[in-house]
């Protein structure tokens, strides 16, 4: 019989191709066997309760993906592996563990494709939602699929709707500061007890109509109608939000001209939960950068409102008062028609009037330009300051002058009232407008003597500030303001307030592909064009087919144009025929869409049990789940993973969201995330082409130190992985020649999961040697016999094994997946030293180095536990525990100093005193010799650290 070669592979080596065949039964298994069935404490996912009913609950997910027709590259699965392992663990260490993953699957790019094909974009986000989860299953992550769904499904966006009604039926009571029904506020009054907020009319509200008392109402509403400059494009034939619009004011697609006009929107009043959405973020457990970056999107400024006749502006500056020369409104401030006189006066400075005859030419002129320009290009640093002045001045409460009112673009209605006094001695901004417009520059504040000029933005006492009233002279910077702000409200010329930069929240889009709005208007009567909400029983109002997918476009320039949603020109579906009770009426339905960030304000709470047909969540198991823990918990998901690029919009939204479901009292907690990780991202090679324009890394060729594509030379740098940069490795290419198990180890080991990395695809035959490193200290990888005997554990294996336990579970519950990894290779290295390639190894290493490694490579994992003769999957068993005794050093290494220069190193009994280290240094023949001939003054001997001689 002939010898096999030596190079040749041992029959039963953990190979790829052994790691595939392993995988896949496994994934199949589990499957069969439902191993990852979260059980919930009642309804009809109750099965199995019983046996974790002890256990606590860990409730651990992802920011959910968009089903992308590109599916999954190697930087998604960073977050989604992390999570994965990390509920592997708990549910080993006891909890009973829920780790969900859905699909946020309305969205513009499914939309696109629609417009360019056809094809409707359900079939499209299907397709890519079966990709993607064929992707994850073959990753091996222990998702419960029952608990799957996507955003798109009727029987979710029926209660993406019915959560718009809450909303919408609900209002803000500021002095109880939450949300409270509607009828609540109209019950109020009608009993005279409360007058309204708002009132149009100026008649008490038991004056009003019928039909004006739903126009107050409605004015009240957390969801409503209102007219507010939106970024219109024309060429795109939608509204844009902020983040679509390019810095010089064109569309991110399609680079159209985008125009801020007003337009009737649906609004979301965010701004009414300002507060708390600020204070509760010292409630959660995120870090500090997260917060801070959600606080600087909410703006809190403290400050006042003065008035200046018929204008209002805010400032949090009022010591600055004195120095106001001029006033700037916003070129789309409500008042700029009332306030633009009918002629120019016979001195007016040309620098004023841009050439125009009349100051309504200016204005409108202006506003076109002003329109075309993005919020993020008006505010940028040192952009050129234009403006025009309305012909009109305001009198300043402090000085007593006449100033010149201008709009600029510059100022933002965003922010504040819209309009800001002007004060160039102090604000850069104004002070190059005031150069540019040749206005006066009165200092407020003393600037130090070396100040080279411009505006003096820094501290100094308070300087030509007073009045025959009021003397701001000398004073500091607070006392200036806690000064002038009780004059201003003792003379009725302001008030001390509190604003934010956190605008309402745009909700509509006029798109397709979005859910329907739960709103109708009745065709005729007195009360024609009020939105009435639809009654839950008739939800979900479900998106009609349509022929054409995208809304009606404009000429790129046609700013005055007016949007004409897909949805409007299905006119079997725009008008129905209802009885909302009071009888049969015709009415018509909205026709936007919500945006896309609706389905995921709430998700994770539909994942408590997506097939609920009578609730959008039962409170019992959302009380299970997400309840607070203990008194002034905000409750909340246990872990919640997802990018960074989410840390202000959709977490804010959601938050919103679920404060106003927390005060309606549909949930019991208060935030929907008590513990937020942001994921780092992987990144790569990218290459540029002479034109700039990126080419698909994987065809790069790299000779003699250059590289090229197609015999081009292009040039190398590093970037974000993903399609923009065109440098995707996808995971399937991975585990097509590494296995799933490889990769996943590989991807854990880069770095805690919050830190970002490179990818390395030579990199990751480490992880792949690593594993079959562990697999032979199991398996002979010639016979295929399990190694495992009954021999006794020595000391040291006992002693690398427990700190191997220790290491691991300290790694797994910080999320540094990679020390986890390090301390399994030092075991695995230590058993291969010691046992070798053949022999039996002592079965509780056998077995604790397999459940170690359960929850980073399950599948050979579970394949181990199996050959050790378990049934079933490693995942319900517990994870292994360290002894502390095993965990403590016998003996120590000490540092030996000679006059504080160290000189030797001695091992020690661990707990040695300070003459036992003194003699053991004595004894070092190193010692010997540094202090022979010397006289040793002092020793200095602390136990377990050091021992230093003082010599002369």
Known sequence: MSQPSPDAVPAHRYTPALAQQIELAWQDRWEAEGTFHTPNPTGHLAAGFERVADRPKAFVMDMFPYPSGAGLHVGHPLGYLGTDVTSRFLRMDGHNVLHPMGYDAFGLPAEQFAVQTGQHPRVTTEANIAAISAQLRRLGVDHDTRRTFATIDPGYYRWTQWIFTQVFGAWFDTAADKARPIEELVAELDAGTREPDTNPF?????????VERRQVVDLHRLAYLNQAPVNWCPGLGTVLSNEEVTADGRSERGNFPVFRRPL????????????????????????DSLKQMQRNWIGRSTGARVRFGDIEVFTTRPDTLFGATYLVLAPEHPLVDALTAGSWPADADPRWTAGAATPAEAVAAYQLQASRRSEMDRQAEGRDKTGVWLGTTAVNPLTGRDLPVFIADYVLTGYGTGAIMAVPGEDTRDFEFADVFGLPVVRTVQPPEDFAGGAYTGSGPMINSSNDQLSLDGLD???????????????????????????????????????????????????????????????????PDVDDYSPKTFADDDATSAPEPPLSRATEWTTATLDLGDGPREYRRETNTMPNWAGSCWYYLRYLDPADDEQFVDPSLEAYWMGPRSEGDVGGVDLYVGGV?????????????????????HVSSEEPFRRLVNQGYISAYAYTDSRGFYVPAADVVERDGAFFYEDQPVDREYGKIGKSLKNMVTPDEMIGAYGADTFRVYEMSTGPLEQSRPWDTKAVVGSQRLLQRVWRVVVDETTGEVRAGEDALPVDTAKALHRAVDGVRDGLATLRFNVAIARIAELTNHLTQAYGQAGPVPRQV???????????????????WSRLGHDGSAAWTPFPVADPALLVDDTVTVVVQVNGKVRAQVAVPADADAAALEAAARADERIVGQLEGKTVRRVIAVPGRLVNFVVG
């Not at 100026?202 to 019928?210: G, S």
Request: proline content about 6%; some cysteine.
């Open 846 to 864: 056998c077995e604790w180095l397999t459940l170690l490694v359960s929850p980073l490579a399950p599948h050979v994992a579970d394949e181990l």
């Open 645 to 665: 690029e989410h840390a202000v919009l959709h977490l804010l939204y959601a938050r919103f969201w679920h404060k106003v479901l927390f005060d309606l009292g």
């Open 264 to 287: 009737t929107q649906w609004m979301m009043r965010i701004t009414a939960y300002s507060e708390r959405l600020l204070a509760d973020l010292d409630r959660l457990e995120w870090s």
């Open 477 to 543: 910077k607070a006392a200036a303001i806690a000064t002038v702000t009780e004059w201003l409200v003792a003379g009725g010329h302001g008030e001390s307030t509190t604003t934010y930069k956190l605008r309402d929240w745009l909700f509509s889009r006029q798109r397709y592909w979005g859910e329907p709005f739960p709103i109708v208007y009745a065709v005729d009567g007195p009360d024609a064009g009020l939105p009435v909400a639809v009654p839950a029983d008739q939800l979900p109002v479900l998106l």
């Open 202 to 210: 100026d008649r008490p509200w038991a004056q009003l109509t019928e």
